[in-house]
């Protein structure tokens, strides 16, 4: 069990359709944070909240859309994506983002599938 | 953030140690060594970290070279569910850039 829960846990959907990936964690971190993992690949960075404001968005395409509500909560909104979007999505958080002592906590991501 | 580099792969007997090599040779003087470990279908894990000196804690140890160019991941007693990808990053920031990592398996 990890303390940052994502869900849904697998999720498929055609590339027409909007759904929202969820994120969440109750240990009072002030960062978040959005990575994309393809099989057999390391993860890689998608965006990263620092007190509920995005710092960082490494070119991701628009049709990935985060948002954070609140501190506890990170969301990732999807639309219109294609078969290559296809990959395991995980979520992070870490105490503060602004320094490096300050270790990510992952939770076990949400298994994407776009048809 | 530094870049870092690690064997693709290594085996390791249960009970033994494990000792997993890093080396970043371009690291600053305020970026911080981590390790995380990724068990097949999970979330990486984060095991430990450092800046200068030596840590240890319930899972591994880690040793950082004087000039803290290299650094080592030791499992003092792995076990058949230490099998995983380990990944090393050195960071100053919250942004972790994740390398190919190295693939331990642990045999019996």
């Known amino acids: 069990d990890t303390e940052v829960t994502q869900t849904p846990k697998h999720l498929v959907m055609g590339m027409t359709n909007k759904k929202s990936l969820k994120c969440e964690q109750h240990m009072g971190h002030r960062a978040m944070y959005w990575y994309k993992q393809k099989a057999k690949k390391p993860p890689e960075l998608m965006f990263v909240?620092?007190?509920?404001?995005?710092?960082i968005n490494e070119s991701v395409p628009s049709r990935f859309s985060p948002e954070c509500p609140n501190s506890s909560l990170l969301n990732l909104h999807l639309h219109a994506l294609q078969p290559e979007d296809s990959a395991l999505y995980l979520c992070a958080s870490s105490q503060d983002g602004g320094y490096g002592d300050s270790p990510l906590h992952f939770g076990n991501g949400t298994r994407l599938t776009v048809t | 953030d530094a870049k870092t580099t690690q064997p693709t792969s290594m085996d390791c007997a249960e009970g033994r140690a494990a000792n997993l090599p890093c080396n970043h040779s371009t690291i600053s003087g305020n970026e911080y060594v981590y390790w995380y470990r990724q068990i097949h279908s999970q979330g990486p894990q984060y095991i430990i970290h450092g800046l200068k000196n030596n840590e240890t804690n319930e899972m591994a140890s880690l040793i950082i070279t004087e000039d803290r160019k290299s650094s080592t991941l030791i499992l003092p007693h792995a076990t058949l569910r230490d099998t995983a990808v380990y990944y090393c990053i050195v960071s100053n920031t919250g942004k972790l850039i994740f390398g190919q990592g190295t693939t331990l398996q642990v045999k019996p």
């Open positions: 909240y620092s007190y509920e404001k995005l710092s």
